[in-house]
């Protein structure tokens, strides 16, 4: 049983430029969420996937905008960016409701110069 | 504003030395707690986590936690480390009554054994 895969694996992209990072939930998962990790720091929460629609969101402005697909998939874009957005981005799969352990995937490393 | 504080950015320790990492968090009302690890090369992954009933929790590898809700804390503590429990080890938080799980984690720490 595969589990939580993120492609790419890493990625540089230049200040302005849009980029689209993808994630593949645990088999049996229906939940996607979206985690930012720059370094040095934990994991903050971006926004979070169920039923194909957004129904929780951090403190991440309208750059960052997701999708979810009807197989569970999910994608993260971010617009515009900025250097402030190198970093680790992390999802995380889990069966709905909160009582449901979620899932980390490797993470897709993001350069931006 | 609502915050996550681990203690220690870096811990290094022998081995069978004891571990202890301290979490505090800033929610007033009722939590989940977790603690993740990663290890070198490795995905996050959850060591135990407390939603309710006895405050001393047990997770993988050796690992436990005790929740005291008084002092809003929720330490990891491990007896005796080896070499493999070299990782960063993460405190996260999630309201009860965000029914979602959003987590708030930590800045995370640092724990190297040297053999």
């Known amino acids: 049983d595969a589990g939580v895969t993120q492609s790419p694996t890493h990625l540089i992209k230049t200040r302005g430029q849009q980029v689209t990072l993808r994630c593949s939930p645990k088999s049996g998962h229906d939940t996607v969420s979206w985690y930012q990790q720059a370094l040095g720091q934990g994991p903050q929460f971006i926004f979070q996937?169920?039923?194909?629609?957004?129904?929780q969101r951090g403190n991440f402005p309208d750059r960052f905008s997701g999708h979810q697909f009807p197989n569970y998939s999910s994608e993260l874009n971010v617009n515009a960016l900025l250097l402030g957005d190198s970093a680790l981005y992390l999802c995380?799969?889990?069966?709905?409701?909160?009582?449901?352990?979620?899932?980390f995937g490797p993470g897709t490393r993001l350069t931006v110069l | 504003a609502q915050s996550v504080s681990q203690h220690n950015h870096h811990v290094i320790l022998s081995e069978a030395a004891s571990l202890e990492l301290g979490c505090n968090y800033s929610y007033g009302g009722t939590v989940n707690l977790f603690w993740y690890v990663q290890y070198p090369g490795q995905h996050l992954q959850l060591l135990l986590k407390?939603?309710?009933?006895?405050?001393l929790v047990k997770g993988i590898k050796g690992f436990e936690a005790e929740f005291i809700k008084s002092k809003f804390s929720f330490n990891l503590r491990k007896p005796s480390v080896q070499w493999s429990d070299t990782a960063e080890y993460f405190c996260?938080?999630?309201?009860?009554?965000?029914?979602?799980?959003?987590?708030?984690f930590g800045a995370g720490t640092q724990v190297v054994v040297t053999p």
């Open positions: 996937y169920y039923e194909e629609e957004e129904r």
């Open positions: 995380a799969s889990s069966w709905d409701s909160s009582y449901n352990e979620q899932f």
């Open positions: 407390y939603f309710s009933g006895d405050p």
């Open positions: 996260a938080v999630n309201p009860a009554t965000d029914s979602w799980g959003k987590l708030q």
